[in-house]
């Protein structure tokens, strides 16, 4: 059996018209929150339960479950001897999710040669491609006639590390030279160091974004993330992921809410522990 893997409701619904099945839907926010070294673990379900019951974007039972029985999935079709097409996008918040699923199943003692991928960037007819769910039905039976591309275990095995592990590692995976599935990662992680603070100013990329365009005027929290994701090559951040960073800001001082109007503000934010060093295009220890 192929058991196809992908993120999102709205992309695995058109999969599913288009007579792609089994659909294992993948759902995290990977670039929020901690993330434990193997994510084979209960102690990592726990951890990524644990942030987004905190966060509020979901209540507890309905989250353990769901990803109790999204990782039992996974690992019976590991044991099973099933094969894996991915259908996921180049942006950073696909490939944190493709990486989390390949480390497990390289965990699992899957073979490269039992797993396949579409990984997507553009589609004919759509000008700013944003996401798989922009896909009809029948776009997906013609992707489905597309060679999937080959992954390699041993890079994805070495970009999770970096990603669960201490920041300094990211610039290796940045500058690596890779092809076939996993040839986004790269920018994936060149994009991702950027979201911590500057060594210039303190502020992430997104941070100075928000700052920047309230220099210009208020705006609320819904126009400037339409603003901020047009600024971006390929947009990530969702929106509930986005609002908690405008809520950080302002409750540093360095915007103002006013209502449901944002401002700019003269506060700073604190010190924090790992640092974007543009002049290195490295992350280090502030």
Known sequence: ?????????????????????????????LHDGDLP????????????????????????????????????????????????????????????????????????????????????DEWPGIARFAGLGQLSPEDFKTLATQTPAPVDLDFAGRAWVALAGEPRHLAAIARAKIGGALRFVPDAFARWMREFPWTSDGLTLTERRVVDALAQGPASADDLFRAIGQAETRPWLGDLSFYDRLDALAEMGAIRADGDVYRAGKGKMPPRPWRYDPERDAVVAA
């Open 37 to 120: 070294a193997d994510p084979t673990s209960e102690a990592f379900r726990a951890a990524r339960v644990g942030f987004i019951v905190e966060r509020g974007w979901a209540p507890e039972h309905l989250v353990a479950s769901a990803f109790a029985a999204r990782d039992a999935a996974l690992a019976l079709a590991a044991k099973s001897g099933d094969e894996f097409v991915l259908w996921f996008e180049a942006d950073l918040y696909d490939q944190f999710q493709m990486l989390d699923v390949l480390e497990r199943l390289r965990r699992y003692g899957v073979a490269a040669d039992r797993i396949s991928a579409h990984v997507v």
């Open 1 to 29: 059996m192929i058991l196809h893997i992908t993120n999102g409701d709205i992309a695995a619904d058109k999969m599913a018209a288009a007579g792609i099945a089994p659909v294992l839907r993948w759902r995290d926010v």
